[in-house]
């Protein structure tokens, strides 16, 4: 039995004011609900939601061997970034599959922030210390105990943001930030989320979070600001397609069977899988990450078997009902020969083959600023 | 503290059993569906079917989870609440009148005094509904 005690945010107590339901997750006491998922869900879609997503680890690199270190161990072209420059990335082990999906933040011109998922910060931390130890002039520093991190996301979420920034917040693009006081409190505001609405993640010291996270509710009221837990986070994501670390990808898919091959830019130079990348992509995956809708009513989850007449032939790792879809959907991994749109296939759903299809994703439509 | 009406019979799994004529109306209870969150499936067996007491008879899915129902009491189902599977919300808004699931004619009466009071049930939820 794991005795290890739940760590708690800079917002706990927020949350238990507010009356959430409170529930572990990935070694964390973390608010699942408010009032209801499918209603802060459709919040966070019509009007504006905040999140509490402090429990994410933030580590910085810095002096002149940085880029080199990001370099090696990201997918991604870390050089292509400008200071003020956001990307979405992947950390691999040797043979493709993943440590993390993470964002590489240019805070400077030899330095960089990097966001990590909630349950991997140890196992990351141990990755990137280790696995650069040969790169010269590269000092790692881990931030997340620190760090708290708001997400304010929804179509008003621009507006909340910009009427207690003393930053020009509509000049961001999307992937961009910028450092300005929120409601008096320093942080780093970027425009970056994962709903598929716009919106805005804000990085503030743990100790002024909690200030943040009231000014931004005082603020809202006039928005329709709701609190959004946990538990939408996913719905919302889901409808996007978001891959969620632990559920759609980990140590046991690679990126280019995870749908993440444009994050993997073999060309920059060398980096930690990129060998074992380029043979799957010359050979070609054998599975995909495809989204599905049921056909039949039924809700398909996380380790379901996927089959074609009969065989097995996938799993499915999330699904749940799409709130702002109306469906059942989910996404999963299937041979590749049957990843196409509109393919047929049956989930199996307690013991019974339960008809589904292959559909186009994101199942919503992207609602993010694209950069202009 | 969850509404627990007096004039129905309870499982220790949180469905509600409540007698009419030689029949007996089966759902699941305030507290249950609080616990649930909003509920999007719900699987139910269909008219004629047997079920059995203490035994599961179909499936309430939340958004987050799936649960099994357990039946109050042994029977044949004669009515099956169909709206459920276009309303499932119908469960969180109305759980003891229009989220009803089945109507079970009874095989046994011994079964109906192994039930929960309302007094019984409401003892149980208080301790944390196990």
Same mark, same amino acid.
């Given at each position: ?21 409170? %529930? ?19 919040? %966070? ?91 010269? @002039? ?39 930030? %910028? ?18 609405? @716009? ?17 931004? %509710? ?29 559920? @759609? ?124 | ?9 309870? *499982? ?39 079920? *059995? ?9 939340? #958004? ?38 089945? #109507? ?12 929960? *009071? ?13």
């Amino acid at each position: 039995m794991n005795t290890t005690p739940l760590r708690r945010t800079p917002l706990y107590h927020e949350h238990v004011a507010a009356g959430a339901r409170m %529930v572990p997750f990935g070694g964390w006491e973390m608010p699942v609900q408010y009032t209801g998922i499918i209603e802060e869900h459709r919040t %966070v879609r019509s009007a504006v939601g905040l999140f509490d997503v402090s429990h994410m680890g933030e580590f910085e690199v810095e002096g002149p061997g940085a880029l080199a270190a990001l370099q090696y161990l990201t997918t991604n072209d870390v050089a292509s970034l400008q200071v003020g420059q956001i990307q979405y990335s992947v950390l691999c082990y040797d043979n493709g599959t993943i440590v993390d999906d993470l964002t590489v933040y240019r805070m400077g011109d030899e330095r960089y922030m990097i966001t990590v998922n909630a349950g991997n910060i140890d196992k990351d931390w141990a990755h990137v210390t280790k696995s650069t130890e040969h790169v010269k @002039d590269a000092r790692w520093r881990n931030a997340s105990e620190g760090t708290g991190l708001i997400a304010v996301q929804g179509p008003k979420a621009e507006a909340l943001v910009g009427r207690l920034a003393d930053r020009d917040v509509p000049a961001i693009g999307y992937y961009r930030f %910028v450092r300005g006081n929120v409601g008096e409190v320093p942080t780093v505001i970027s425009r970056t989320g994962y709903t598929g609405e @716009d919106g805005f993640e804000l990085y503030a010291p743990a100790d002024r979070t909690a200030r943040l996270w009231k000014a931004l %509710v005082d603020a809202g009221r006039a928005d329709g600001v709701a609190l959004i837990g946990l538990g939408a986070r996913d719905t919302l994501r889901l409808e996007m397609k978001y891959a969620l670390y632990g559920n @759609d990808i980990d140590e046991t898919t690679n990126a280019l069977e995870a749908g993440l091959g444009w994050v993997v830019k073999p060309a920059k130079g060398e980096f930690i899988g990129r060998d074992a990348l380029e043979k799957i992509r010359a050979e070609g995956v054998r599975r995909r990450l495809v989204g599905i809708e049921m056909v039949d009513k039924a809700v398909a989850r996380h380790g379901y078997p996927v089959k074609k007449d009969g065989r097995a032939v996938g799993l499915v790792t999330s699904g749940s009902y799409g709130p702002s879809v109306d469906k059942y959907i989910a996404i999963a991994y299937v041979e590749t020969a049957l990843a196409p749109v509109g393919t047929a296939l049956e989930v199996e759903i307690r013991g019974q083959g339960k008809a589904a299809q292959v559909v186009r994703t994101p199942f919503y439509p992207s609602k993010v600023k694209k950069a202009g | 503290m969850a509404n627990v009406p007096k004039d129905l019979k309870y *499982t220790r799994e949180h469905e509600w059993a409540k007698p009419e004529g030689d029949r007996v109306r089966v759902g699941i209870t305030a507290y249950a569906q609080e616990q649930l969150g909003d509920v999007v499936f719900v699987e139910l067996p269909k008219v004629g079917a047997k079920v *059995t007491a203490s035994k599961n008879f179909g499936v309430v899915e939340s #958004v987050k989870a799936v649960s099994d129902l357990f039946a109050p009491i042994s029977g044949e189902v004669v009515e099956v609440n169909g709206e459920l599977a276009q309303k499932p919300e119908t469960v969180n808004q109305d759980p003891y009148g229009q989220g009803w699931m089945l #109507v079970v004619k009874p095989s046994s009466k011994a079964e109906w005094d192994q039930l929960l *009071t309302a007094p019984q049930y409401e003892e149980l939820i208080a301790q944390g509904g196990h």
